[in-house]
């Protein structure tokens, strides 16, 4: 609480109400000048501003503006995104910034114009923007969550007359889960006019293509359409092209609107509002259970300096200076910082604004926008060459600090001040020389006294800074390099390239000179980030390089003293110590590379006129530059200054088809109804049905629900240890807070009649802790505090005394400790056997794989293998609001939930109510990957038990941390096996499989089983090993419960599959794409499971033919040889190509759950209500089920809606997953439509075949025919279940497959196949995917953008799983996270998922054609799952790469474990060179050290 504030039982006061009086005579006005979506916000609504409330908080809960969305309130998601508009005084221009709402301080927007999504567009009355038209046009929102931030972001963009390049440089800020961004790509470029570019999929503009018209593959989309009705192809650039003639022909028109926008009253000088602005400003929090402190905004740097003087400068209880608040709102957020008062200093203080180019200085004034600096320095950079080489790397650094949104508020003085150890620019100013001028009030003459200090001196130790309390950076003075011969580099390596914190950090600086006929280095600077508790030169290294000639060898003995010099520990805090040794290293040889190669240029100018460069003193003749071979040359390559990609994609499908599937087999059949309007609605690529919604921030998820009068804000009460006995809960420190109403936790819940267990398969779980049991994960639920205000809730939280007894010893985290302790869930046991066991078994004695297999010899491999968690990230956390009603004995949920009915369940039996007086509701989420089937209905349970406690409404609404920290995530699996292949004259046959599966269930089962059953289900891959046994355990550690996530364990099973291939190929010496290929099933043959891969069984196989036509469509084995010639020719940068298949079951594999119901009513004006037991959640069911009802009753799709989802509309539903709900969904409401239709038959008779239904509606009525009807459908006994325990029966036929008594656990599979080109730099770890290409066959699909945009969205996050998404907890590999067991990666600064950046360069997409299926609704396929492991081809294409490194490194190619995921720190680490070598060898000791070491990573 802040100090100055005391506490009364109704809120709490602020001492600086006295002080109002005195600042108002001084000329400081109260209140701030709001502006909104071209609207001054009121006086009296204004004044409620806080000095601690966001932006974002201000707009949705004082303004109920809920279009900017909260995703993760650390400015890493860009959900929140909101357009700042002001006047630039200097250039009197409005200047437009995208900045991230949940940061920035709604009193930092005084003076401002602020657009929401809201004043972007509207669906009302049709006024969309086209910024919003395209994202719907082009498929660009699924879940739609992340949509209104991303459209603010881009609508400023073009408010800034963006063209293509800027949007693709400045879509950094911005996360999207769903889509796999490449149609938001689409969107934003679509709207830009220079964007003219075809590309198709190999890569080349079509149109501009010499040889276009001999190519096979011609991607004009255009061109194709008219050649044939068999298929659609859309490339990027002809979406783009669709909008050359409509809204690029009047850009000029609504690129205007966000200055049109712009308040009158903010441009006219004679306005009250700006004569008002010229004022300072002081607001005093005086609002009831907020604690809001004071905020003032001094606009002289005299009033700036007084106020520090007068509080005792910035120390913890006085004030605190306060500029972009990207630090310090991280500080208050996360850290509970208190800060009684802010200053935040006017963009009127010129000296802390400015940018200028002065004497051989260029000044940056402390509170200057880093965006600002980096466009002034782009533009000083062109200039002159010396400016240019000072300025260009920091504005190449700052490309890449933080994100647009980021950069547009943060400033530089923010930066040096809080002293992050790895701070990007601190290295960068330190390397250039910079030197800080420090202001402070002279008490002497009442003005202004200044020192200076350097950079290099600022950072005395972790996060202090040599700066007085009282005192300000005013500004920065960067010197001016050398024209010549002085070399400046930025360097940065982080998990992700885009908007990503840095692992380690340079700036590097050199400056020769020419003596004695050698290049001499004359001075070095070399600062680090990363290395250190605070940015640091490395002085032992720059002495060694200072003096000495400029020559490989001197850098060679530098890189082995500074390996001494910045030595880490392996227990390092932030640990990778290994990989951020190598990194200093390889930067500094980076450097190396790059000196040479300007130097030779240098020489070139300086020979063809020296004269130019009269300042500079050549001694003799020009010495040479030192060679480098050409192999070394991609050594020079720095992703911060490489152009940023142009992504694009092709897209094939088949023309749309009406077919049919499974429905005529089993609903009965009708006359079809006449098809009004010519077309049909099945087989469209029709939008999602909320697209507009989505992109005009109008769409409602449960966090923007009206809250009902007198609701509560509600905060869980969590442990924050694990492993000890939970010994008592005083929540009287709470109850103390003003604005607290209660605590309530066990007893509450007993005293409600309620039951304390949870779970969805075992009931092991508890909503809140008992005193006197043992705390089983960091996060346990021990109660919930409710509050009149969030703030208060969630103080109230914290502060509850939670007591805890007992040694907690080591408790297990990992697979590892749990299999060490013996701690399992015995019930998930699993042991699959096909094929001869003494085969099996022989392979455990069997000898190692012979150096030079022979055809007849049998090569047998062992080995283990790793696949990491995921977090699922959706965009919108968990959320729910819970009623009471009808005198406490009702309760209406509303929650973002995959299933509503455990929720109700759930819900009833922990607040002791029947399920018939507990209604949950569920319109939409913001995503759920899985991640919401279980873990959403703790938080509702909570919330229930809180509404029924205090009588009155409860919004629990996660936070992103305290949602990542206890919901769990998928499963880490580790994996043992023993393979053998046999050699023969055909080709290696795979022979034998032993194979265990361990995964990481955390402290309750919840879904873990079943995860475990479906990876040993997809064990097998695409091949057939004639024997083979598959075992499954799931572990029991410290960790949340791990649950549902796209794939279900499906991924994780292939993935050690593939591993198991590539380990034989590389042991059998062929090459892995033969070995797949040449052991691929064949129709006919059965899976390890019995399953047959045929027509009849698990669907006609089609993976074989895509993998033949990828194959020679992309002429896969020439462009293996291109990459291998690529990687003979450059050292640094290896190439890596990866063709990879995949079969994925559709069913839930427990039987009960393969049923659903619908409920359809028909209105009298001809249109039709459907209601499902399916959720929304971004997957575009609700848009596929209304194209299903439509094409049954003849109408079109619009006619047709799907209201919210609720379990007495629809009852007893299962969980929307196993991506089986349009096949379920589709069929019950195809049944209840064929309900209806067949009533109607009569009156169609009467009526005639003109009749519209809107007629036949109206004439049924009329007779009183019932227009509405419940559809059911469940999927047929004989294809779905599996029996793991059932014997063979004695009389089961010897003909049939191995273990087909025991089930048929798939409807069918969904199949595909991907190849992926990856590019990596060996001396970062950094990588790009240069293209992704992928068949998938997915029947014939009902609406081929939504598949597409499955198809896409889905590899994305299975890329982002195998490559980028590492999930670490405390553990053995990372001891300097405490307490053990607590998650480590919870926002978006530690945990990253791809980003706009990471998409493939070229990504096509295509759906098979003539690939019917006849197990589901008009013959499509699921397609939400299937694609997730195609994302993983990119992870092959990157230890392909690594592969081709260690065989040039090591001179061997021997089989390696490659873990997943491929992060920058295994892809540099496993590239094994010398540096890297050098470095583990130092940290580890040489004995220890080796070409396989990795870190263990939390599995
Ligand atoms: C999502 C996200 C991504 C980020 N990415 C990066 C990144 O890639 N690289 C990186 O280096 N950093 C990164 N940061 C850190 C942060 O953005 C920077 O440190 C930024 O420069 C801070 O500036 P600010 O204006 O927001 O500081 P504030 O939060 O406003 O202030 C920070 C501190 O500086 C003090 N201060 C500010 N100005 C002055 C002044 N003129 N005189 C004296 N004290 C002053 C404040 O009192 C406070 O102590 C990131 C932060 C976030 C939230
Ligand atoms: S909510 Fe603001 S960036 Fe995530
Ligand atoms: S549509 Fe982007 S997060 Fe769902």
């Avoid at 309750?1004 to 479906?1014: E, K, N, Y």
Wanted: charged residues 20%; aromatic residues 8%.
């Amino acid at each position: 609480m802040p100090p100055n504030q005391k506490t009364t039982l109704l809120a709490f006061e602020n001492e600086d109400v006295e002080r109002v009086g005195a600042y108002q005579k001084k000329g400081y006005r109260t209140t701030p000048i709001l502006f909104v979506n071209g609207e001054r916000v009121p006086d009296g609504v204004a004044a409620n501003a806080r000095p601690n409330q966001t932006l974002l908080s201000f707009l949705r809960d004082e303004l109920l503006l809920t279009g900017s969305k909260l995703g993760c309130a650390e400015g890493g998601c860009g959900a929140c995104t909101v357009m700042l508009s002001k006047l630039d005084m200097e250039t009197k221009k409005i200047k437009h910034i995208s900045v991230n709402a949940c940061l920035m301080p709604v009193l930092a927007a005084d003076g401002c114009h602020v657009t929401t999504v809201e004043g972007v567009g509207s669906v009302k009355g049709d006024n969309l923007h086209p910024v919003q038209k395209a994202m719907v046009d082009m498929h660009g929102s699924q879940c739609g969550f992340c949509t209104p931030g991303i459209i603010v972001s881009i609508y400023t963009l073009f408010a800034n007359n963006a063209n293509k390049e800027h949007i693709e440089e400045h879509l950094d800020g911005n996360l999207c889960r769903c889509t796999g961004y490449r149609p938001i790509w689409d969107a934003a470029r679509s709207l830009c006019d220079d964007t003219d570019t075809v590309r198709g999929p190999c890569g080349i503009a079509c149109r501009d293509c010499p040889e276009r018209e001999e190519c096979e593959q011609d991607c004009n989309v255009e061109d194709k359409k008219t050649e044939t009705d068999k298929m659609v192809c859309s490339s990027s650039a002809d979406k783009m092209k669709q909008y050359k003639d409509t809204f690029l022909s009047d850009r000029e028109t609504w690129m205007q609107q966000p200055t049109l926008m712009f308040p009158k009253a903010l441009q006219d000088e004679q306005s009250t509002e700006r004569s008002m602005m010229t004022k300072p400003l002081m607001v005093v929090d005086r609002t009831d259970f907020h604690a809001g402190g004071t905020w003032f905004k001094p606009t002289t740097l005299e009033e700036l300096l007084a106020l520090l003087n007068e509080f005792g400068g910035t120390g913890t209880s006085a004030c605190k200076i306060v500029v972009g608040n990207t630090e310090v709102g991280i500080e208050t957020r996360f850290k509970h910082a208190v800060y009684p008062r802010l200053i935040h200093p006017s963009d009127k203080i010129q000296s802390l604004y400015g940018f200028e180019v002065a004497d051989a200085n260029i000044q940056i004034g402390s509170c200057c926008s880093l965006s600002t600096i980096q466009e002034k320095s782009g533009d000083v950079s062109s200039q002159s060459t010396a400016l240019k080489r000072t300025a260009l790397p920091m504005h190449d650094m700052l490309r890449w600090f933080a994100s647009t949104q980021i950069r547009n508020v943060a400033c530089l003085g923010g930066n040096l001040v809080t002293a992050s150890p790895i701070s990007d620019m601190n290295p960068m100013l330190a390397s250039l020389g910079a030197k800080l001028v420090l202001a402070s009030f002279d008490k002497d003459t009442s003005g202004v006294s200044r020192r200076s200090v350097a950079v290099s001196d600022f950072f005395l130790k972790y996060r202090t800074v040599d700066l007085k309390p009282t005192e300000v950076v005013e500004c920065i003075d960067v010197p001016v390099v050398q024209p010549i011969f002085e070399y400046v580099k930025p360097f940065k390596q982080a998990r992700r390239r885009e908007d990503d914190i840095s692992i380690v950090t340079a700036g590097m600086r050199i400056r020769l000179a020419a003596k004695g006929g050698k290049f001499m280095i004359e001075e070095t600077a070399i600062a680090f980030g990363g290395m250190a508790p605070t940015t640091i030169m490395a002085v032992k290294t720059m002495e060694a390089l200072t003096g000495a000639e400029f020559s490989a060898e001197s850098f060679t003995k530098a890189s082995e003293t500074l390996i001494t010099e910045i030595k880490l520990p392996e227990g390092v805090p932030g640990g990778q110590a290994g990989f951020r040794m190598t990194l200093a290293s390889s930067f500094l040889y980076k450097f190396y590379l790059s000196v040479v190669e300007e130097l030779k240029a240098d020489c070139a100018k300086y020979q063809a006129d020296p004269s130019a460069f009269s300042g500079v003193t050549v001694e003799g003749d020009l010495p040479s530059c030192p060679e480098v071979d050409e192999k070394e040359h991609t050594g020079t390559q720095n992703f911060l200054s490489d152009k940023k990609p142009s992504p694009s994609g092709t897209q094939f499908y088949p023309a749309p088809k009406v077919a049919t599937g499974c429905e005529d087999q089993i609903l009965p059949k009708v006359k079809p109804m006449a098809q009004k309007d010519g077309a049909s609605a099945v087989g469209k690529d029709s939008a999602h049905m909320s697209g507009p919604l989505h992109c005009t921030g109008e769409a409602l998820y449960t966090d923007d629900i009206p809250l009902p009068p007198k609701t509560l804000q509600a905060a869980l009460v969590l442990s924050n240890e694990c492993g000890r006995v939970l010994e008592s809960i005083d929540v009287t420190p709470a109850l103390g807070i003003p604005g607290v109403v209660g605590v309530y936790s066990l007893e509450d819940l007993l005293s409600l009649g309620g039951k304390n267990e949870m779970g969805p398969i075992l009931k092991d779980e508890l909503l809140f802790l008992p005193i006197g049991e043992k705390v089983r994960t960091v996060g346990q639920c021990l109660g919930i505090c409710v509050a009149e205000s969030l703030e208060a809730a969630e103080l109230g939280a914290r502060t509850v005394k939670v007591v805890y007894g007992g040694d907690a010893g080591k408790v297990a985290v990992t697979i590892a400790d749990a299999v060490e302790a013996g701690q399992c869930f015995e019930i998930s046991r699993r042991d699959l056997v096909r094929g001869d066991p003494a085969v099996i078994e022989a392979l455990s004695s069997a000898p190692e794989a012979p150096a030079e297999p022979k055809v007849g010899d049998v090569v047998t491999v062992s080995g283990t293998f790793r696949s990491g968690a995921q977090e699922h990230f959706y965009l919108e956390t968990n959320s729910t609001l819970a009623v009471p009603s009808e005198s406490n004995t009702n309760l209406t949920i509303y929650v973002s939930t995959q299933a509503p009915t455990k929720t109700q369940n759930f819900c009833a039996s922990t607040t002791g109510t029947p399920a018939m007086k507990v209604v949950v509701r569920m319109k939409r989420m913001g995503g759920g990957f899985g991640g919401k089937e279980t873990r959403s209905v703790f938080a509702s349970c909570a919330a229930a038990v809180a509404a029924k406690i205090s009588s009155r409404p409860v919004r629990l609404t996660l936070s992103r941390d305290v949602d990542m920290s206890i919901t769990g995530t998928r499963h880490a699996f580790t994996t043992e096996y023993r393979a053998s292949a046999k050699i023969t004259e055909d080709g290696v046959k795979l022979e034998a499989l032993d194979i265990q599966l361990h995964n990481n269930g955390g402290m309750a089962f919840d879904l873990s089983g079943p995860v475990m059953d479906r990876a040993l289900f997809h064990i097998d891959g695409c091949y057939y090993f004639p024997n083979m046994r598959a075992r499954g355990l799931v572990c029991k550690t410290v960790q949340a419960p791990h649950t549902a996530f796209r794939g279900f364990g499906g991924p994780q099973g292939i993935a050690a599959c593939e591993h198991v291939i590539d380990h034989l190929g590389v042991a059998c010496k062929v090459s892995a794409d033969d070995l797949r290929r040449g052991n691929m099933y064949q129709t006919g043959q059965a899976t390890h499971f019995g399953m047959i891969l045929d027509d009849v069984h698990g669907g006609t196989w089609q993976v074989p033919r895509m993998w033949d036509r990828l194959e020679t469509e992309l002429g896969v084995s020439k462009m293996r040889e291109a990459a291998a010639e690529f990687n003979a020719k450059n050292k640094w940068i290896k190439r890596g190509v990866a063709l990879i298949p995949t079969k994925f079951g559709i069913a839930f594999t427990a039987k009960y759950m393969n049923q659903g119901g619908s409920l359809v009513h028909l209105y009298t004006d001809g249109t039709v209500l459907v209601s499902h037991g399916g959720t929304e959640m971004g997957q575009g069911l609700h848009t596929k089920v209304c194209q299903v009802a439509a094409q049954a009753f003849g109408i079109p799709v619009d006619h047709v809606y799907v209201n919210d989802t609720s379990t007495d509309k629809v009852a007893n539903t299962i969980p929307t997953a196993a991506s089986h709900s349009t096949d379920m969904y589709g069929m019950s409401t195809l049944d209840a439509c064929r309900q209806i239709i067949a009533r109607l038959d009569p009156v169609r008779a009467k009526l005639g075949p003109d009749a519209s239904l809107k007629e036949i509606a109206n004439a049924a009525f009329m007779e009183r025919i019932d227009l509405s009807a419940h559809g059911f459908f469940r999927l047929i006994d004989s294809r779905c279940g599996f029996d793991w325990d059932k014997d063979k029966p004695e009389d089961y036929p010897d003909d049939l497959p191995a273990n087909s008594w025991k089930g048929h656990p798939f409807n069918y599979f969904t199949q595909g196949v991907c190849f992926c080109e990856v590019e990596i730099d060996t001396l970062t770890g950094n990588h790009k995917t240069l293209r992704s290409d992928i068949i998938i066959d997915v029947g014939s699909s009902i609406n081929p953008a939504i598949d597409i945009g499955q198809v896409e969205g889905a590899f994305v996050q299975g890329m982002g799983w195998a490559t980028i998404e590492e999930v670490v907890y405390a553990d053995d590999d990372h001891t300097w996270i405490r307490p053990r067991g607590k998650l480590f990666t919870t926002g978006p600064g530690t945990y990253k998922i791809p980003a706009f950046n990471d998409v493939p360069e070229i990504f096509n997409v295509s759906l098979l054609e003539n690939a019917d299926n006849p197990f589901a609704v008009h013959s499509s396929k699921a397609i939400g799952e299937p694609p997730f492991y195609l994302g993983a081809t990119v992870y092959y294409a990157i230890k392909d790469a690594v592969r081709a490194a260690r065989k040039e490194n090591l001179g061997y190619d021997k089989y390696f474990e490659f873990r997943m995921p491929a992060t920058s720190e295994r892809i540099r680490m496993l590239c094994a060179d010398e540096l890297s070598n050098q470095a583990t060898s130092k940290m580890l000791g040489q004995e220890n050290a080796g070409p396989d070491y990795q870190t263990q990573g939390s599995y």
